[in-house]
């Protein structure tokens, strides 16, 4: 999760943190000595609980909110505890069932209510925020397009990818083409341009009008027209992100103070900004399944009370997404880890049964 090489701690140094912070994520209040005294496997006394975790404040992993009160665990002390602490944790049967029903359902989904369906589930699960960037069809592979005239000038393109995604818009273009003329021009595209992405076919389009031999070229200047007035306009690569569940994480006590509340939602607002964090934490070379971002270790100040919790999926040996869960720093990990992951691979089951689907 981290390139800083860990500091040793005993075994009952660990013991210490690792009840703390679980005693920390049940209760919500700091913690004291005499607490965790009663939890240990020991049965060690407060005296000695009160020694071994001063000497954890001292290294970092504890803080202290107010003189008299208990302990709570630093970024530090929650960084360490998933690293080296935590204990894998699968899913109990009935919620794997229910997101299995809950990305499945009964009737087939468009890609954009699959996406928004496991972000609402990641959120409803989680008891947090849930976010899901959808694949970008301006890079992916185009399996098909096709145009269907509307009148007054109006076009509806639908652009099928490589991984069964459906996306269709409306674009506008000056001269009223025909049916006829739009159906040639289709055919036209994929033929010359199957297995390409449409950031790809739009500078093969431009290059090739280019060539003073296609001046005269009425299908080419056609495909042209619909780039220029309407795709090139819209399509800029920029995937679409669902977010889900903001009101979970706000009425937790964890965010009682009002401007940090403000600047958190902010972020929530800004889907740039959302994409950003999540390629940070799982480019498409990250090797593990997921990623783990504890309080400042995250790059916005907003997020720096939060702990986000991404994975990729993927469409056969490609990533084509992200998802994570946005929630406090103090969160159930070992539940929100596996939640994220199995949401993952849902949804790259979903995205090859989609495929078929479409086939």
């Not at 107010?66 to 690293?83: I, L």
């Not at 076009?155 to 001269?175: C, F, H, N, P, Y």
């Not at 992100?241 to 994480?249: E, H, K, W």
Request: charged share 25%; with cysteine; glycine share 8%.
């Amino acid at each position: 999760m981290t390139d800083e090489k860990p500091e040793l701690l005993d075994d009952r140094s660990r013991e210490m943190l690792a009840l703390l912070i679980k005693t920390h994520i049940a209760t919500g209040e700091p913690v004291g000595s005499r607490t965790i005294s009663k939890l240990t496997s020991e049965g060690l006394s407060a005296a000695t609980v009160r020694n071994i975790i001063s000497d954890l404040e001292e290294r970092g992993y504890l803080e202290q909110p107010h003189t008299s009160a208990g302990r709570v665990p630093s970024d530090k002390g929650y960084r360490f505890y998933v690293d080296h602490i935590l204990e894998e944790k699968r899913l109990s049967e009935s919620d794997e069932s229910a997101l299995q029903r809950g990305i499945f359902g009964a009737q087939w989904p468009s890609t954009d209510q699959l996406m928004a369906r496991a972000s609402h589930l990641l959120s409803q699960l989680s008891d947090s925020v849930g976010i899901v960037i959808s694949p970008s069809i301006a890079h992916d592979t185009v399996k098909h397009i096709d145009f269907v005239r509307l009148g007054d000038g109006r076009i509806l393109v639908i652009t099928v990818s490589r991984a069964g995604i459906v996306q269709d818009r409306q674009v506008r273009i000056d001269e009223d083409l025909s049916q006829d003329e739009l159906n040639r021009t289709a055919n036209y595209i994929n033929a010359n341009f199957g297995g390409m992405s449409l950031i790809a076919i739009r500078s093969e389009l431009i290059k090739r009008l280019s060539d003073e031999k296609a001046i005269y070229d009425r299908l080419l200047q056609n495909a042209v027209k619909l780039w220029d007035r309407g795709l090139d306009e819209t399509d800029d690569g920029t995937a679409d992100i669902f977010v889900d569940g903001a009101s979970n994480i706000i009425i937790k006590p964890d965010f009682t103070d009002t401007e940090r509340m403000r600047e958190l939602l902010r972020v929530f607002e800004e889907k740039s900004r959302l994409i950003k964090i999540l390629n940070e934490c799982v480019g498409p070379s990250q090797g593990e399944t997921v990623t783990i971002r504890i309080g400042a270790e995250n790059s916005l100040p907003g997020l720096h009370g939060c702990s986000l919790i991404t994975s990729n999926y993927r469409y056969g040996d490609s990533v084509v997404g992200s998802l994570g869960v946005v929630g406090p720093v103090r969160m159930e990990y070992a539940r929100t880890i596996s939640l994220v992951n199995y949401v993952a691979r849902l949804l790259e089951q979903a995205l090859l049964e989609n495929k078929s689907f479409n086939d």
